[in-house]
């Protein structure tokens, strides 16, 4: 059983950055994927990108490649997510997932967090 706790989140304009942090405790096994997904009001569940335990892989959904950065504190048992250029679009509550292997399909990730809220004014 592995406990996440996303925080990090709030209130930015666009064009402002924010980092998201997520911890991890209660972990049985090495070798976890962590991920990110989102979620907005009325819309789907989104990929938004994953990253191997070592960091040495990693994933990003299309509408955040080259704005978002994922990387892992192996020491910290801590996925954090660096999100610059920040766009209206981005707003949605951002979720902290583990996983057995690399994907972009939230179905595939048992464990999740609460979420943290991230909002972006025009």
């Known amino acids: 059983q592995v406990q996440l706790v996303e925080s990090g989140g709030g209130l930015v304009q666009a064009g402002d950055s924010l980092r998201l942090s997520c911890a991890a405790s209660?972990?049985?096994?090495?070798?976890?994927?962590m991920g990110w997904f989102r979620r907005s009001p009325g819309k789907e569940r989104e990929f938004v990108a994953t990253i191997s335990w070592s960091g040495g892989n990693t994933r990003y959904g299309d509408s955040v490649k080259g704005r978002f950065t994922i990387s892992m504190d192996n020491a910290e048992n801590t996925v954090n997510l660096q999100m610059n250029s920040l766009k209206p679009e981005d707003t949605a509550v951002y979720y902290c997932?583990?996983?057995?292997?690399?994907?972009?399909?939230?179905?595939?990730?048992?464990?999740w967090g609460q979420g943290t809220q991230v909002t972006v004014s025009s």
């Open positions: 209660g972990r049985t096994a090495s070798g976890y994927a």
């Open positions: 997932a583990a996983s057995r292997f690399l994907a972009e399909q939230w179905s595939l990730y048992p464990y």
